[in-house]
């Protein structure tokens, strides 16, 4: 549980760096102790001795805190969640490989080469990536299609995405790694599209 603020920690702060350091700071005890899900601005806000409005001020919601905690800088993965979730169900899948990517692809992927290895080295935060995964980019997506099995499809897209990563930013492998995000989401999202939506009894190449 976490210490009680002091008084003279209370209230309303100034939204200067010295704050938001001291957020980011409150961000990663809290969300490690109590898990993504589990966490929220309010109690970042808490940790941190500040007013919740401060938080706001700097992070407008719990994902963004996140990433902005791991070094990620300019990924709304809110944005990404909307562009995955309208459209057609039946292309669902190409359209998520190509939000993740448009992401990844910023910086020339130097965000992914150098979060993840971070991330990697710290034990902590390999759980805690993986929850941030599942839980504010997978899981509203699979969760709206309302179908059965949702955390193995969950796991099941991760993977691929993570096969993916590595192999186009970590050990670039080519042509994967040059290709463009719509060639690459037009090859993956039929796999992808089976995880989210297929019959999960029936191997892709025995499919009808």
Do not use: C
């Not at 002091?6 to 309303?12: A, E, K, T, W």
């Not at 809290?30 to 938080?55: C, H, I, K, M, W």
């Not at 759980?127 to 099995?149: K, N």
Request: glycine share 10%; net charge neutral.
């Amino acid at each position: 549980m976490a210490e009680p603020a002091s008084p003279s920690r209370r209230g309303r702060r100034p939204a200067g760096q010295d704050a938001r350091a001291e957020i980011l700071a409150a961000a990663r005890v809290e969300f490690v102790e109590r898990g993504y899900e589990a966490a929220s601005l309010r109690s970042v806000a808490r940790r941190a001795g500040v007013d919740p409005g401060t938080v706001r001020h700097w992070f407008p919601d719990k994902a963004q805190l996140l990433t902005a905690m791991l070094g990620v800088v300019g990924i709304d993965p809110g944005a990404a969640v909307e562009q995955v979730a309208s459209g057609p169900v039946e292309s669902l899948g190409e359209r998520l490989v190509e939000a993740l990517l448009g992401l990844w692809d910023a910086y020339g992927g130097d965000t992914v080469r150098v979060v993840v290895p971070a991330v990697m080295s710290d034990a902590a935060l390999r759980g805690l990536l993986s929850q941030f995964i599942g839980a504010a980019i997978l899981g509203p997506v699979v969760r709206a299609l309302d179908v059965a099995d949702a955390p193995l499809r969950t796991s099941l897209v991760a993977s691929q995405m993570a096969g993916l990563m590595m192999t186009r930013y970590l050990v670039p492998v080519e042509p994967l790694a040059s290709m463009r995000p719509a060639d690459v989401a037009a090859l993956v999202g039929p796999n992808l599209q089976w995880y989210l939506t297929g019959d999960l009894a029936v191997p892709p190449a025995e499919r009808a």
